[in-house]
């Protein structure tokens, strides 16, 4: 359990960041919550992968996409940041669940994008909207779309939104009990290790996560799984990074202890 003097505590340093800063915390055993600005709408870099990917889990789980279909991958696709994609030349034909993959264990941006035209963005707000209970996260652009984001126009998330999500996902209530559970296996082989799992990692702690970094943005949003399971998410904008990845990283370690620390053996 979170102590009155530390939540005061951890408020403050968030109210403390630059910029535009939110979290949101709770403990799946005990319901216990902690949020802070947690319903604002800020910029999601890469944690905006993870309602795409569960998207494509819905239609899956129905019937109405086939995980073997199979998208081409030219050099135009090829952009910056992180992912395999780019290493690639020429055409390839690449399944939609492996660009699923890519997308969240590498946070692979042209998979990304690629798997955003195959649904394409209207249907995907519509789906976030109505099938997905997101009243906050929407997709107003492509990733690495410098001419949309030159004009303002940056895609949305919330914390609170994100940790619904993934508390979904622990409760097996997404889609089916077999896709929320693929879905975390996915989501526990994420290689950006920065952040949530920072300080918590040498206790071999399994940790189901997404993060999300761009200049001014440092997110992350993640299911851990001390003894008392707890969802911690963080979003930011037009904030310092290596502050704001500070705080995650010893604030996520303080909530872990507080939840009992690693499971039992």
Same mark, same amino acid.
């Given at each position: 359990m979170l102590t009155k003097e530390y939540r005061e505590k951890l408020r403050a340093q968030l109210q403390g960041m630059k910029g535009d800063v939110a979290m949101y915390y709770k403990n799946l055993e005990t319901g &216990? =919550?902690?949020g802070y600005r947690e319903n604002d709408p800020l910029q999601p870099a890469s944690v905006i992968k993870l309602p795409v990917f569960l998207r494509y889990l819905q239609l899956w789980v129905r019937g109405e996409i086939d995980p073997k279909e199979e998208l081409t991958v030219t050099d135009a696709d090829r952009i910056g940041g992180c992912g395999a994609l780019r290493a690639f030349h020429g055409e390839q034909r690449v399944s939609l669940e492996t660009l699923w993959e890519l997308m969240i264990t590498l946070s692979d941006n042209a998979a990304t994008n690629l798997l955003i035209r195959r649904l394409g963005r209207e249907e995907l707000n519509r789906a976030f $909207?109505?099938?997905? +209970? !997101? =009243? %906050?996260? $929407? @997709?107003? $652009?492509l990733l690495f779309d410098s001419e949309a984001a030159s004009r +303002?126009? &940056?895609n949305e998330i919330s914390a609170k939104e994100m940790g619904m999500l993934l508390q979904q996902i622990w409760r097996r209530e997404f889609a089916s009990p077999e896709m929320s559970e693929y879905a975390e296996e996915i989501l526990a082989r994420q290689q950006i290790n920065h952040k949530i799992p920072g300080y @918590?990692?040498?206790?071999?702690? $399994?940790?189901a996560h997404k993060t999300g970094e761009d200049d001014g943005i440092a997110n992350d949003v993640g !299911? %851990?799984?001390?003894?008392?399971?707890?969802?911690?998410?963080y979003a930011s904008t037009n904030t310092c990074e290596r502050d704001f990845e500070i705080l995650i990283r010893q604030s996520a370690w303080d909530i872990f202890r507080a939840c009992g620390g690693a499971p039992e053996e």
């Open positions: &216990e =919550t902690f $909207r109505e099938e997905m +209970g !997101l =009243t %906050v996260t $929407r @997709i107003n $652009r +303002g126009i &940056e @918590i990692s040498d206790w071999n702690v $399994r940790i !299911l %851990v799984y001390a003894k008392q399971p707890f969802v911690v998410c």
